[in-house]
């Protein structure tokens, strides 16, 4: 069974920093390119890194571009979310979401996400 | 730019059957695209892989009642036999070089 469990989220204050954690299961890691999505209270999806199964390709939306840092390990069967210079506006629940195997960039599993709430 | 837009609600009655749309930005009419549930408080699911020309794959375990369609650079959900548990958010996910993008969802009320 495919699973993804997110995990270190919590309450941190504007300017700070917190680092995510996707630990998977149930498929082959290191075949898979994964991505992290987002959605703030009441809000819709919001779509923010991608890194490919070997981290050769990495991308990031342009609001956290320069503050957030995707990683993975393979060998650990995790994928990681560092996320600095926080603001009020990354209050959310955070995803991880594994792409399609056949290359295509949609998403066919996710996790159940953590909450980061970012307030003084 | 690429861009989906869905309808922000739509309602239709238990039993009865619905058609959620996501539109694609112009130039964009041959993308491929996906379709999520988000059931109230728990998080997204994928429903579907939907091609230009209609034809989808689904997710494991997605009932028969969830069937997608295509028409230029509109994309469809349909649900029939609606049920209780199907009253949650649908959400088009696409992609391109780069970039991953969300429609804005639709709210789906079953009455």
């Known amino acids: 069974e495919v699973q993804l469990v997110e995990s270190g989220g919590g309450l941190v204050k504007p300017g700070g920093s917190l680092r995510l954690s996707c630990a998977v299961s149930?498929?082959?890691?290191?075949?898979?390119?994964m991505n992290w999505v987002r959605q703030a209270p009441g809000k819709g999806l919001e779509w923010v890194s991608f890194?490919?199964?070997?981290?050769?390709?990495?991308y990031y939306a342009d609001s956290m571009k320069g503050r957030f840092t995707i990683s993975r390990d393979n060998a650990k069967n995790s994928l990681y979310l560092q996320m600095n210079s926080l603001r009020d506006e990354d209050t959310a629940v955070y995803y991880c979401?594994?792409?399609?195997?056949?290359?295509?960039?949609?998403?066919?599993?996710w996790g159940r996400g953590t909450l980061v709430t970012v307030s003084s | 730019q690429l861009v989906l837009t869905q309808s922000p609600s739509a309602s239709a009655s238990l039993g009865a059957s619905v058609k959620l749309t996501c539109t694609l930005s112009?130039?964009?009419?041959?993308?491929?695209i996906a379709w999520h549930q988000q059931q109230p408080e728990k998080g997204p699911r994928y429903l579907m892989k939907?091609?230009?020309?209609?034809?989808?794959s689904k997710g494991d375990g997605i009932p028969d009642r969830f069937s997608g369609s295509s028409s230029g650079a509109e994309r469809y959900l349909t649900i029939s036999s609606l049920q209780s548990e199907d009253e949650a958010d649908y959400y088009c996910?696409?992609?391109?070089?780069?970039?991953?993008?969300f429609g804005g969802g639709t709210k789906l009320t079953v009455l």
């Open positions: 996910q696409t992609w391109d070089t780069g970039i991953r993008v």
């Open positions: 149930g498929f082959t890691f290191s075949s898979y390119s």
């Open positions: 939907l091609n230009s020309d209609g034809s989808h």
């Open positions: 112009s130039g964009h009419s041959s993308y491929v």
């Open positions: 979401a594994r792409d399609l195997l056949s290359g295509a960039g949609l998403f066919d599993f």
């Open positions: 890194i490919s199964s070997s981290s050769s390709y990495i």
